[in-house]
Antibody, heavy 120, light 106 residues
Framework: QLQLQESGPGQVKPSETLSLTCTVSGGSISSSSYYWGWIRQPPGKGLEWIGSISYRGGTFYNPSLKSRATISVDTSKKQFSLKVSSVTAADTALYYC????????????WGQGTLVTVSS | DIQMTQSPSSVSASVGDRVTISCRASQGISTWLAWYQQKPGKAPKLLIYAASSLQSGVPARFSGSGSGTDFTLTISSLQPEDFATYYCQQTNSLITFGQGTRLEIK
């Protein structure tokens, strides 16, 4: 059974770069049937898509992050990663990684999420 | 950007009730729409994709309908485990989510 697990620091200082990794287990990351995405949820608020990547490295991003987000993939480690630069308190959120169907672009498997707080 | 607007923002209902949640897109999205259920402290769970296709393992009391700009999620007979927050998601042009609908116990 496919599982996704986020990892990374729980606290980041303002103006620094947030870095998270998602490790995929129980299945392949190298499938053309799926993309791999990041979604975040500020405390008490709704869901915001950050971006997605294919196993070949093709990326799609939410324009609202104004190019601060970068997603990469390492198929040898079965991992994909997120970096968000120049963070502010508004980037404080629960960050989820998820598997995205390439046909339809819905998220059918999710990690448990990791809380990242931006604070000095 | 395509904006997704859900209504109502919250709804109270009883076990056994039929509940309908609406989602409207700011422009036509064909049937590129999914619905998710999220319980407190948990990741969202996919319920419906392609507007009306039931995800494997999801109870048949959940159904989706609509195309173009107007969509509906219906729960035919509420069960205790259905009290949660529901989100729609458009995938016609990049990805955006609705603001969520909180389904509470009356």
């Amino acid at each position: 059974q496919l599982q996704l697990q986020e990892s990374g620091p729980g606290q980041v200082k303002p103006s620094e770069t947030l870095s998270l990794t998602c490790t995929v287990s129980g299945g392949s990351i190298s499938s053309s049937s799926y993309y791999w995405g990041w979604i975040r949820q500020p405390p008490g608020k709704g869901l915001e898509w950050i971006g997605s990547i294919s196993y070949r490295g093709g990326t799609f991003y939410n324009p609202s992050l104004k190019s601060r987000a970068t997603i990469s993939v390492d198929t040898s480690k079965k991992q994909f990663s997120l970096k968000v630069s120049s963070v502010t308190a508004a980037d404080t959120a629960l960050y989820y990684c998820a598997r995205e169907a390439s046909e339809g672009n819905f998220f059918d498997q999710w990690g448990q999420g990791t809380l990242v707080t931006v604070s000095s | 950007d395509i904006q997704m607007t859900q209504s109502p923002s919250s709804v109270s209902a009883s076990v056994g009730d039929r509940v309908t949640i609406s989602c409207r897109a700011s422009q036509g999205i064909s049937t590129w729409l999914a619905w998710y259920q999220q319980k407190p402290g948990k990741a969202p769970k996919l319920l419906i994709y392609a507007a009306s296709s039931l995800q494997s393992g999801v109870p048949a009391r959940f159904s989706g309908s609509g195309s173009g700009t107007d969509f509906t999620l219906t729960i035919s007979s509420l069960q205790p485990e259905d009290f949660a927050t529901y989100y729609c998601q458009q995938t016609n042009s990049l990805i955006t989510f609705g603001q969520g609908t909180r389904l509470e116990i009356k």
